[in-house]
């Protein structure tokens, strides 16, 4: 398969004091993604997919974002999804159960969204037609608590991979034509969308999470191996690049974890594709898969029957339970 390398505009300064290399990507010249996944191997910067042949549907529309010349896209100027919807019905929560992490979500947001399908008064239906709905889902997972690492990586779906701690599932970097899906479909300002089956998700760290400070990140989220997602800083305050993290996006090192300080494995979210994971370090729940054939891309409405979904009383939390609502 015949896969163009990507640019990476960034710029090095070197600490002499401390032997380090601090890398500030240029949001308006973000390296594209398209094409950069592989179903062979694991590689910094690339997908590591389960699914070859990506050939479904998604954005088709105009992007003047993006300069087809340097291969990359400008992030500034990018439109987003308009409209200010609330999500009352919200509900997430966490429950730590001896050695699992239990996590059960009916996926709508705790912060706004855009108005989805896009209207077409909406200057980013010119790009994207996307006809989908966010609706509830029902989310039920069992995560190991103290996730280990795998020997060799595992491969990434196309479909839900992890949570972030809004209650929002996320999906890989790409689209289902195996596009650069943050360069090419068009997100609300949380960076989410919802998929044919009516799931709303991101595809790279929403900024509608806060992660306040100057040192490491927090915690912001869950792959579906266990191990944490965290944000864009690493342990001396620097936003992270490619080059800092491994072929899964992610390194080892102390962090806080359930309350104590742990030498662990952990991912981080970048603002170059793949944006969180570039493969499983540990091994993936896959027993609920989600989304018909052909992954992430818009496609025909799937929804519940008429009158809407069943009364989401399943997550109603119990004692001690760590809950969002």
């Not at 900024?207 to 690493?234: E, K, M, Q, W």
Request: net charge negative; aromatic share 8%.
């Amino acid at each position: 398969m015949y896969v163009r390398c990507s640019l990476l505009i960034a710029f090095a300064v070197v600490l002499p004091s401390l032997g380090q290399t601090t890398s500030v990507i240029n949001p308006k010249q973000l390296p594209l993604g398209d094409g950069k996944y592989t179903t062979t191997a694991p590689a910094r910067g690339w997908i590591y997919s389960c699914r070859a042949g990506l050939n479904g549907p998604g954005a088709n529309g105009s992007t003047p974002w993006i300069d087809e010349h340097t291969h990359t896209f400008d992030s500034t100027v990018k439109p987003s999804v308009e409209g200010h919807v609330e999500w009352p019905q919200h509900k997430y929560t966490i429950q730590l159960d001896g050695d699992t992490r239990r996590i059960l979500t009916n996926d709508l947001p705790d912060h706004a969204t855009g108005t989805f399908p896009i209207s077409p008064s909406d200057p980013a239906y010119t790009h994207d037609r996307n006809p989908n709905h966010i609706e509830e889902q029902k989310l039920v997972y069992a995560l190991p608590a103290n996730p280990t690492p795998l020997a060799q990586p595992a491969c990434l779906d196309m479909g839900p991979i992890g949570f972030l701690l809004s209650g929002v599932v996320i999906f890989n970097g790409l689209d289902a034509g195996g596009r650069d899906a943050v360069a090419h479909e068009m997100q609300d300002t949380c960076q989410g969308h919802p998929e044919m089956s009516s799931e709303y998700h991101y595809h790279n760290l929403t900024r509608c999470i806060a992660d306040p400070g100057t040192g490491h990140s927090n915690l912001l989220g869950y792959a579906l191996d266990g191990f944490g997602i965290f944000g864009v800083r690493g342990e001396d305050g620097r936003e992270l690049t490619n080059a800092d993290l491994d072929i899964c996006h992610g390194h080892t090192h102390a962090i806080q974890w359930d309350g104590k300080t742990v030498v662990m494995y952990h991912y981080h979210a970048t603002r170059e594709y793949p944006y969180t994971l570039g493969c499983f370090r540990g091994t993936p729940v896959r027993d609920k898969p989600k989304g018909p054939p052909g992954g992430n891309g818009p496609g025909q409405r799937r929804g519940p029957p008429p009158g809407g979904p069943p009364p989401m009383a399943w997550l109603r939390p119990a004692d001690g339970v760590e809950s969002k609502e």
